[in-house]
């Protein structure tokens, strides 16, 4: 049976996880060549150096293999929430109470104004109230941003935004109509797979439409140095109260 009846119906997922197994022998075989260039290269240094040349290049011979075999294995772990073998929401969730609990920030999981698209979570602290979604697109998508309008690849990501940027709204309106306290929600997007083009000053976020997209492990530092109003303790007990019995559990 030709190749392509074989893939024929298979998901992007599944046909990136039968070309990684297919191209095994051909990355070991890379892999060897390019420690044997580290080999070549630390006898090279060794006689330069006086150094052992054979254990000199034994040693960068087994330090390139190995930092060609983890680059290979980064690559392929980070598709794995797109691939659907993890879980999104569960990743971005241990970083945020990793690094925000202690600094008096509350994370609640899988919120959402009855009748509204649910958020994954929703973060309380001091220096303000945040939603973060979770997405992942495929690993050659381009996520950027031109003349202010967000990009998905070749097509655009207004209707992404724009929903987010509205989930926002009605979720303020409501803890801030229960609790009594007035707050403006940040949304931001933790992007677990695709290629975020970064602007020219090197940050690690693409910010278009309203919505902020990052890495996950960049979302409580984004959340730490960009405050969007000051809470005190019990301001942050009451929004937290709040949202907990208002708000629509997601399961």
Same mark, same amino acid.
């Given at each position: 049976?030709?190749?392509?009846?074989?893939?024929?119906?298979?998901?992007?997922?599944?046909?990136?996880?039968?070309?990684?197994?297919?191209?095994?022998?051909?990355?070991?075989?890379?892999?060897?060549?390019?420690?044997?260039?580290?080999?070549?290269?630390?006898?090279?240094?060794?006689?330069?150096?006086?150094?052992?040349?054979?254990?000199?290049?034994?040693?960068?011979?087994?330090?390139? /293999?190995?930092?060609? %075999? @983890? =680059?290979?294995?980064?690559?392929?772990?980070?598709? $794995?929430?797109?691939? #659907? &073998?993890?879980? *999104?929401?569960?990743?971005?969730?241990?970083?945020?109470?990793?690094?925000?609990?202690?600094?008096?920030?509350?994370?609640?999981?899988?919120?959402?104004?009855?009748?509204?698209?649910?958020?994954?979570?929703?973060?309380?602290?001091?220096?303000?109230?945040?939603?973060?979604?979770?997405?992942?697109?495929?690993?050659?998508?381009?996520?950027?941003?031109?003349?202010?309008?967000?990009?998905?690849?070749?097509?655009? /990501?207004?209707?992404? %935004? @724009? =929903?987010?940027?509205?989930?926002?709204?009605?979720? $303020?309106?409501?803890? #801030? &109509?229960?609790? *009594?306290?007035?707050?403006?929600?940040?949304?931001?997007?933790?992007?677990?797979?695709?290629?975020?083009?970064?602007?020219?000053?090197?940050?690690?976020?693409?910010?278009?439409?309203?919505?902020?997209?990052?890495?996950?492990?960049?979302?409580?530092?984004?959340?730490?140095?960009?405050?969007?109003?000051?809470?005190?303790?019990?301001?942050?007990?009451?929004?937290?109260?709040?949202?907990?019995?208002?708000?629509?559990?997601?399961?």
């Amino acid at each position: 049976m030709p190749q392509t009846d074989r893939l024929h119906g298979l998901s992007p997922q599944v046909m990136y996880e039968q070309f990684w197994r297919k191209e095994a022998k051909e990355r070991w075989k890379m892999r060897g060549l390019k420690a044997a260039a580290g080999l070549a290269a630390g006898v090279a240094l060794g006689y330069r150096f006086a150094w052992p040349p054979v254990l000199s290049g034994i040693v960068l011979g087994l330090l390139v /293999g190995a930092a060609d %075999a @983890a =680059a290979a294995w980064w690559s392929y772990r980070s598709t $794995a929430v797109w691939r #659907g &073998r993890r879980r *999104g929401e569960t990743i971005t969730a241990r970083l945020l109470r990793r690094r925000l609990g202690r600094r008096g920030y509350q994370v609640l999981g899988g919120r959402a104004v009855p009748g509204q698209a649910s958020v994954d979570h929703l973060v309380i602290g001091p220096g303000g109230v945040w939603i973060v979604d979770n997405e992942s697109w495929d690993p050659d998508t381009e996520i950027a941003t031109y003349g202010g309008r967000l990009f998905l690849g070749e097509k655009y /990501g207004s209707k992404e %935004a @724009a =929903a987010l940027v509205g989930v926002a709204g009605a979720l $303020a309106e409501v803890l #801030g &109509r229960e609790s *009594g306290i007035p707050v403006t929600i940040e949304p931001l997007i933790a992007v677990h797979c695709g290629r975020l083009v970064h602007a020219r000053d090197r940050r690690r976020t693409v910010t278009a439409e309203g919505v902020t997209l990052l890495r996950p492990r960049h979302a409580a530092s984004w959340i730490l140095g960009a405050p969007r109003q000051e809470l005190d303790e019990s301001q942050v007990e009451v929004l937290t109260r709040t949202a907990a019995r208002v708000l629509r559990r997601m399961g």
